[in-house]
């Protein structure tokens, strides 16, 4: 993971073209050279960024000294000139004949407008380093002038384990399903994951007074939920061995206009509480 921190402007061409005026910016640089801008400003989303397969160029104009951390600002040794490209991460080593050609392909890419504007920014000597990202499956290019590096280093952060989701519409099905008297006093499971050939549903029941119940469980439940718990009940009712079907719209919140077009349905709605059902819940009063 590459962390420049620095004075920079950008511009995105190709299908959507955006502009980002000079200021004070970070920009993560990952191993399969995508890209992100983000400033102090917004929420956690980037300003802007270029996903990875994509091919990064770093061009050091002529004639400008380098002000990077490294070196201390004492300038460029002058052994790269206006147009040499560092290929950083897995695209292969700098200057191997691959990697020249796709940069090559990516810079021909930009728009002549920007590549104007970056030779006339060089001329004038603000530019110490510019960062050109061009996309591998369209003609996308990200280009990113740097005019003042105050931090620039990589960190090599291994292997991440990724994120462990607790609380997802699997963990509310396989609960509910060992506490299903939560849909009625006497309901017994028939199964979850009930096939139908429009998908499962993520319980088949029997309540006690032995009709069966189709259950449709949501972590966040939206009228999208309606309608799916709608096609079930429509398609089970139609099998003499299970009709009558009623549905049960089960979710740990659930939005009005959801709540009244499922009980106008003549659905059901339950709220899980799924710290509770899990044995986790306290019972201490938060605030939040």
Not at 42 to 71: F, H, Q
Not at 115 to 130: F, H, L, T, W
Not at 277 to 287: F, N, R, Y
């Amino acid at each position: 993971m590459r962390i420049i921190v620095a004075d920079c402007s950008a511009e995105y061409s190709g299908r959507l073209n955006t502009t980002l005026g000079p200021a004070k910016r970070v920009i993560l640089v990952k191993a399969d050279q995508s890209c992100l801008i983000f400033s102090e400003l917004g929420s956690y989303k980037p300003l802007n960024w270029m996903c990875a397969p994509c091919t990064l160029r770093e061009i050091v104009p002529e004639e400008c000294p380098d002000t990077s951390p490294d070196n201390g600002g004492d300038g460029d040794s002058g052994d790269k000139k206006a147009g040499d490209a560092d290929i950083t991460g897995p695209g292969g080593e700098e200057g191997s004949p691959t990697s020249a050609e796709e940069a090559d392909q990516a810079e021909s890419a930009a728009p002549e407008s920007l590549i104007a504007q970056e030779q006339d920014e060089n001329q004038s000597g603000s530019v110490r380093k510019v960062l050109r990202v061009s996309a591998g499956k369209n003609s996308d290019v990200l280009t990113i002038r740097l005019y003042q590096i105050y931090s620039d280093q990589t960190f090599d952060l291994g292997t991440d384990p990724g994120v462990v989701k607790d609380g997802v519409e699997a963990h509310l099905q396989r609960c509910l399903a060992q506490q299903i008297e939560r849909i009625g006093e006497g309901a017994r499971l028939v199964r979850r994951e009930y096939p139908t050939p429009i998908g499962p549903v993520d319980i088949m029941a029997i309540d006690g007074e032995g009709m069966h119940v189709a259950v449709e469980i949501k972590r966040n439940g939206g009228i999208d939920g309606v309608e799916q718990l709608t096609r079930y009940c429509q398609l089970l009712n139609r099998d003499p061995l299970l009709a009558p079907v009623r549905g049960i719209f089960a979710a740990q919140t659930i939005t009005p206009q959801a709540r009244t077009l499922a009980e106008d349905r003549g659905f059901e709605c339950l709220v899980l509480d799924y710290e509770e059902m899990k044995g986790t819940d306290d019972g201490e009063l938060t605030l939040f």
